[in-house]
């Protein structure tokens, strides 16, 4: 039976000791606890984690994991000393701070890393233990960003789930970290990744390309070996749990108390943990400067703040902590009257149902982060507004506020704008709060924990599938034995060989890539068995390939098709072409040129090619999408056909490709024996216009490949070459 594995830093319960040093249990804080925590008791599934204290015994050890297993989890453990170099070291002072564009908190500690990769490990071995061969694992946050690559080296066919629940900061930020490959590579393990929006999910392609220099497409990363998914599943929240909560008594009556004490004021309703992210200092100066606006507002509004303690002992968060007492201290003590403190604040944990009342009575919900991956207590807020009374002021920065469009947006950094936001919120008319409100509640309950859950595994589930149904399988030793044998008893051998990226590697300057000696000299022993026919069949033009291979007896096919030339003889049209149309295009290619350092245009007698692999890749990418929907659309019904490269573009004749022209050797040839190698989408159309019994090959593991077989890079295609040389020894 088929069973999900959660796997996270943190378990959904928390052990701890209490005064007398006895363990004891209770539910851990968090988003991720809390939207999960009713999903992985279903079934056989199981939560993999740390519980959340240091254990002296294997005794206490064996204790935990009794209790622990009988509600579905499992436990791993960990030391003292790994706690403080893994969890507080490099996930928190390395990762945390980077990821939320607080650089100038990061620490780069070698020796935090190898605790990282040690835990990572141990982690590994956990999930490993327990994992079938039908179980889909789902690994979960930055603390564990090596796991699903440790995972796929394990259990290579396992299907592997991610989801990052922080931001993916931008590539300048992400490049500062000095295991920045390791990290990526780790993620990429996986078959499918999530993030809370598409912004992240943008920032981690790009970092894929320019550290990796791996190719993707349509979401899709090619690694070499597989292809991973990576797409934005905004986290959800157990709606109706809140509104239940919220319709509870106790909720109503701890509701009713609040409001006796606070009389008749407006209530703004701030809830964060103690972090430097959460902008909770540049809040209380927000709030300050609307009493300095607005006099009118004195004893009749409150900020009601709570702050959860988060690891305050550390530098950082204990200065945040004296700033915000100083803050509330030095408000509270200019405003205040008799019968009115301006802020109430609480530096304390409080249970769901006293946050529930308080989210019934505040007439503002303040969420103000400088950067946060969800943001789940702004939709706790709104699945809690029953009577749809209230108004949700939201920072822009949090992944929340792609979905909450009704809520008041703003950018936390703008102190006055946040103020006047606020004014606002407070002025706001019932029926225009209820409006909004009703637009928020309907996107939160919507698209709650469980659509949340069911998005991710469905995609998961659909990654796997693709994979199977349109990967080209890698080129294995008994496919090549029987190639090899086949080769050796055909006596009419057709070879249909790319250049670009199949017998040479890319260049960031096309020109330098002519042929090396070891190339020619393997071109001129295949073409020494008159047995062996080899086409060089490339986009390259006809005088290129004249002046690089011409000397060899090879065929040639130029500009995708449109020049032929077979051995001994002179350059031919596969068919009557225009090229009057050059001059228009061209024309629209060096407003680009002009745009993009690093392009150029090559120009061939019936083609024209925008290159942009020198250009910035993410400008390179944009400008190429911007320049293929032009051309498109201005080359309808002109019998003309945009092609998107490997970083280039080109516009050609239609009717005239690869695949036509190599259709010609294989009708007159009759060959007993193929092998067609290609790298790119323009060599598909060799793919599929060959025979069923043809060998076709895929230079690199993209899966969308009409190709049969794969192998990985240029130095395989020759040693594949150099292999059927071999049987005729």
């Known amino acids: 039976m088929s069973r999900t594995l959660i796997v996270s830093n943190r378990l959904p319960t928390k052990v701890s000791r209490n005064a007398d040093g006895e363990l004891q249990f209770s539910p851990s804080e968090g988003g991720l606890a809390t939207g999960l925590g009713s999903i992985y008791r279903r079934g056989e599934n199981v939560w993999v984690g740390w519980p959340g204290q240091y254990l002296d015994s294997p005794e206490e050890e064996q204790h935990v994991t009794e209790q622990l297993t009988a509600d ?11 706690i403080k170099d893994f969890y507080e070291g490099f996930s928190n002072e390395t ?3 980077t990821f939320h564009y607080f650089a100038q908190y990061a620490q780069f500690e070698p020796h935090t890393w190898e605790a990282y990769e040690a835990v990572n490990r141990k982690f590994c071995d956990a999930v490993a233990e327990l994992a079938g061969p039908e179980d889909t694992i789902w690994v979960h946050d930055y603390q564990l960003l090596l796991l699903p690559g440790m995972l796929r080296e394990r259990l290579p066919e396992a299907t592997i789930g991610f989801f990052l629940h922080i931001p993916f900061p931008s ?13 990526l590579r780790g993620m990429l393990g996986a078959d499918l990744i999530g ?4 912004g992240y999910v943008r920032h981690f392609l790009s970092a894929t390309e320019r550290l990796l220099n791996l190719s993707r497409r349509d979401g899709l990363v090619e690694t070499g070996t597989r292809a991973v998914l990576v797409d934005a599943f905004p986290m959800g929240i157990d709606y109706d749990k809140y509104a239940e909560v919220a319709a509870s008594e106790e909720a109503r009556r701890l509701e009713h108390e609040y409001r006796e004490a606070l009389q008749d004021q407006q209530v703004v309703l701030s809830i964060d943990r103690l972090d430097y992210t959460k902008g909770i200092a540049q809040r209380l100066r927000a709030f300050e400067l609307l009493l300095q606006r607005h006099p009118e507002l004195h004893n ?25 007492d100083e803050l509330v201290g030095r408000i509270n003590g200019q405003y205040r009257s008799i019968s009115w403190s301006p802020i109430q604040y609480f530096y304390r944990s409080y249970p769901v149902e006293e946050l529930s009342a308080l989210y019934r009575l505040a007439d503002v919900a303040l969420v103000t982060p400088m950067r946060d991956g969800m943001n789940l207590v702004a939709k706790e807020f709104v699945a809690s507004k029953l009577d749809q009374h209230g108004v949700l002021v939201l920072s822009e920065r949090a992944g929340a506020a792609r979905e909450l469009s009704d809520a008041l947006i703003i950018n936390p950094t703008d102190t006055s704008q946040v103020a006047d936001t606020l004014f606002e919120a407070l002025m706001m008319p019932e029926d225009e709060q209820q409006q909004r409100m009703q637009g928020l509640q309907a996107i939160v309950q919507r698209y709650n924990i469980h659509a949340w859950v069911e998005l991710f595994m469905d995609r998961l589930a659909y990654s796997k599938i693709k994979q199977g149904a349109l990967s080209t399988d890698l080129l294995d030793e008994a496919t090549r034995q029987q190639m090899m044998a086949q080769f050796q008893q055909a006596n009419r051998r057709l070879l249909l060989l790319d250049y670009d990226g199949t017998l040479m590697p890319f260049h960031a300057n096309p020109k330098q890539v002519r042929p090396e000696e ?11 068995d ?8 490339s986009g390259r033009d006809r005088h290129t390939l004249t002046d690089w291979l011409g000397a060899l007896p090879v065929d040639f096919i130029a500009e995708h098709g449109v020049w032929l030339r077979k051995r001994g003889q002179d350059w031919q049209m596969i068919q009557p072409l225009r090229n009057d149309w050059k001059p228009d295009i061209r024309a629209i290619m060096e407003q680009y040129v002009a745009r993009t350092a690093g392009s150029f245009i090559e120009e061939k007698d019936y083609a024209l090619v925008w290159h942009y692999r020198r250009t910035d890749p993410d400008l390179g990418r944009e400008r190429a999408q911007d320049m293929l929907t032009h051309l498109i659309f201005i080359g309808q019904g002109s019998g003309l056909i945009t092609l998107d490269g490997n970083k280039v573009v080109e516009v050609k004749n239609a009717g005239v490709d690869k695949g036509t022209a190599a259709a010609r050797w294989v009708q007159e040839l009759n060959p007993d024996f193929i092998l067609a190698i290609g790298d790119d989408r323009t060599d598909e159309d060799t793919f599929r216009a060959m025979p069923e019994d043809a060998y076709s090959v895929k230079v690199g593991t993209d899966i969308r490949s009409f190709a049969k077989y794969a192998v990985r890079n240029t130095a395989d295609v020759r040693r594949l070459l150099r292999g059927l040389l071999a049987t005729e020894e």
């Open 72 to 82: 579905h989890m499992q436990p791993v453990f960990l030391t003292e000393q790994e």
């Open 95 to 97: 990762l945390w701070p």
């Open 171 to 183: 590539y300048e930020l992400f490049r500062a970290i000095p295991w920045r490959e390791q990290l």
């Open 195 to 198: 993030f809370h929006t598409y």
């Open 300 to 324: 009749h509004v409150t900020l009601l703040m709570l702050v959860v303690p988060s690891r305050d002992q550390v530098a950082q968060y204990q200065a945040l902590k004296e700033e915000i």
């Open 518 to 528: 070891s190339l020619r000299q393997l071109l001129a022993e295949l073409c020494a």
């Open 530 to 537: 008159a047995r062996n026919h080899v086409v060089i069949i």
